[in-house]
T-cell receptor, first 115, second 112 residues
């Protein structure tokens, strides 16, 4: 398995500001993903973080709102921009070691509350 | 819309009883994975079952997969209070690469 850490673990932010979440893995991984989990809901994939190139976003998510970086094989950041109360969610990063059929491991999540 | 639908949405049982939850999906899959989430924390990977497998065991967990019915079940035997959590199925569609699509989840409460 992979050991994944996320920073911060939680934050309370004001409307209109931005929050950057970091995801660090203890070893090199092939795929990194970012998910959102709204209160009481399941997980929804935001984007696939691609090393050295622009992330691949899912329908309904755009780069201006959720810019993502992945400078190397063990680290990625997700920024949630221009925050509104509707962005209050848990944000989780996940990784797989291969690009094929593989177990996906999740970080502990970042709980964001927007006032 | 989500690929997976889980049933029931919530389940309350006594410690020692078995808990069964089901997951249905809509399109062809490469594999199906089950995860546990304790109280809004990160997800813990439980089991991955591939599309050519029918049953898999891991400790007190038993997962079945019926691709003809596009459904899977997770059985937790001899449940413990520590099994209280939300359980999610997630499918990896043939056209979606590694991207997982999650079901709505089943909230399980195991009463001591």
């Amino acid at each position: 398995s992979a050991v994944i850490s996320q920073k911060p673990s939680r934050d309370i932010c004001q409307r209109g500001t931005s929050l950057t979440i970091q995801c660090q893995v203890d070893s090199q991984v092939t795929m990194m993903f970012w998910y959102r989990q709204q209160p009481g809901q399941s997980l929804t994939l935001i984007a696939t973080a691609n090393q050295g190139s622009e992330a691949t976003y899912e329908s309904g998510f755009v780069i201006d709102k959720f810019p993502i970086s992945r400078p190397n094989l063990t680290f990625s950041t997700l920024t949630v921009s221009n925050l509104s109360p509707e962005d209050s969610s848990i944000y989780l990063c996940s990784v797989t070691r291969t690009s094929g059929v593989d177990e996906q491991f999740f970080g502990p999540g970042t709980r964001l509350t927007v006032l | 819309s989500q690929q997976g639908e889980e049933d029931p949405q919530a389940l309350s049982i006594q410690e020692g009883e078995n808990a069964t939850m089901n997951c249905s999906y809509k399109t062809s899959i490469n594999n199906l994975q089950w995860y546990r989430q304790n109280s809004g924390r990160g997800l813990v990977h439980l089991i991955l079952i591939r599309s050519n497998e029918r049953e898999k065991h891991s400790g007190r967990l038993r997962v079945t997969l019926d691709t003809s019915k596009k459904s899977s079940s997770l059985l937790i035997t001899a449940s413990r209070a520590a099994d209280t959590a939300s359980y999610f199925c997630a499918t990896d569609g043939k056209a979606a690469g590694n991207k997982l699509t999650f079901g709505g989840g089943t909230r399980v409460l195991v009463k001591p």
